[in-house]
């Protein structure tokens, strides 16, 4: 059982884009401020097309925070479009005379949900499938996911990301552990001003821009992967018990949900086919605090739970499905073959869809860490989530019951034996 839950309601060129956020306990302080700073990250990125231009997304909060704090009620969102005035008449929630309507789109563009979606909904005109298809839609899934990350922040936990591989470039090709590369603050610095593709090797990042010039003078568009990392996770978040409360499977179904994306992986993901378990599974030494490991190959979950280690999710995302080139189609009218619809587009999207990750990973850490601790109010979830800090803290040769803070001997199990007069 799921503690959040987001709704999602908008199309790509209506009036605007809507979003509500229901589970977040009462008393959490939101700063908008940072949630309009992630929306404007959604849209920052070398090769992105006109539309991110046009708008200059800000969340209007109309329900569930008061005086800068949850209320315990859902929160409800809205991203005005600014391009609405362009397509009021194309997008019009009244009715319109036939004569007046655009020329329905009737050629599906291979790789988008065009046909499949005309099909399903049985329309004439592709325009009724593409609007809400559409990456825009992302926009209050980040703004949604922008509170959650600062409840997680509260709870101690960090997530981030960055650009990795683009077409057959990839960042530090030569490293065995690439994430060992990247500077402690280069997240911050990304938040603040991000480099045009957000990737943490230079060299790497100037030879995918080339990348991106040569597809875009060719009509083309290229795709490549992201990475999100998540830091500071309590030990056992999530759930060994139910294939669908697993954190592993949450997380992965949440990323795989983001549009283009058509592959996801959790620590080594696919690279654990060809290695045996002496290299794949991570020791667990002594550290401070607590357990600590020697690599990080599982990706900071082992059995559907969070292991302490950082959280690491990699994301394929494909090439752009419209091209100024496009491919072969079937018109949906008459059955001849043409040439697919050219919506506006982006050549690249990688560095805009990685921060789309963060925020579905935030979405799902905040979940899962809601549904593991509970608590009506942020005071109550923050209380919960020391008390499990404080028992991860390390094998001491010690055990603590549960609902209590008391130490018990290495003779635990004798101590706790009953004594003569008392019920077992």
């Known amino acids: 059982m799921t503690r959040l839950r987001l709704l999602t309601a908008g199309e790509s060129h209506g009036p605007g884009m809507t979003g509500i956020l229901e589970g977040l306990p009462a008393g959490m302080p939101v700063d908008l401020d940072e949630v309009d700073h992630d929306l ?16 200059t997304d800000a969340a209007q909060v109309t329900a569930g925070i008061r005086y800068g704090k949850t209320l315990g009620s859902p929160v409800a969102l809205y991203i005005p479009n600014k391009d609405w005035e362009k397509w009021s008449k194309r997008m019009s929630v009244k009715p319109v005379p036939v004569d007046d309507q655009p020329k329905p789109i009737v050629m599906a563009r291979p790789g988008h949900a065009d046909l499949a979606g005309a099909i399903k909904y049985d329309t004439d005109d592709i325009r009724d499938v593409l609007e809400r298809a559409s990456a825009r839609s992302t926009a209050p899934r980040v703004a949604a996911g922008a509170i959650c990350r600062q409840l997680l922040a509260l709870c101690g936990v960090t997530i981030w990301s960055f650009a990795d591989q683009m077409g057959e470039i990839r960042a530090f090709p030569d490293a065995i552990d690439p994430m060992m590369k990247i500077s402690g603050d280069w997240w911050k610095a990304d938040r603040i001003e991000p480099s045009p593709l957000r990737c943490p090797d230079p060299e790497a990042e100037k030879r995918m ?26 030990i ?27 592959g996801v ?17 991570d020791e667990v030494i002594p550290g401070e605090p607590g357990w600590q490991r020697r690599t990080n190959r599982a990706g900071g979950t082992e059995g559907g739970m969070s292991n302490g280690a950082p959280i690491v999710v990699r ?64 005071g109550d979830l923050l209380a919960a989530v020391k008390r499990r800090r404080e028992r991860s803290e390390g094998p001491r040769g010690i055990r603590r019951p549960l609902g209590t803070g008391d130490i018990l001997p290495d003779n635990a199990a004798d101590a706790a034996k009953p004594v003569d007069g008392m019920d077992a």
């Open 315 to 378: 994301a394929a995302v494909k090439p752009v499905a419209t091209l100024l080139k496009p491919l072969d189609s079937v018109n949906l009218l008459t059955g001849e073959s043409e040439r697919a619809h050219i919506e506006r587009s982006d050549v690249a999207i990688l560095p805009r869809a990685a921060v789309v990750g963060e925020m579905m990973v935030a979405f799902v850490l905040a979940d899962a860490i809601l549904s593991t601790f509970g608590g009506d109010t942020i």
């Open 265 to 281: 992986e959790i620590g080594l993901g696919f690279g654990v086919v060809e290695r045996r378990g002496t290299a794949v599974h």
């Open 40 to 55: 404007w990250r959604r849209q920052q990125g070398y090769g992105s097309g006109l539309r991110q231009q046009i708008e």
């Open 209 to 234: 821009m080339a990348l991106v010039d040569d597809c875009k003078e060719k009509g083309d568009t290229i795709g490549g992967s992201f990475v999100v990392v998540a830091e500071g996770m309590p």
């Open 236 to 262: 056992g978040v999530g759930s060994n018990a139910e294939w669908d409360t697993r954190l592993d499977a949450q997380l992965a179904g949440a990323v795989m949900g983001i549009q283009a994306v058509k």
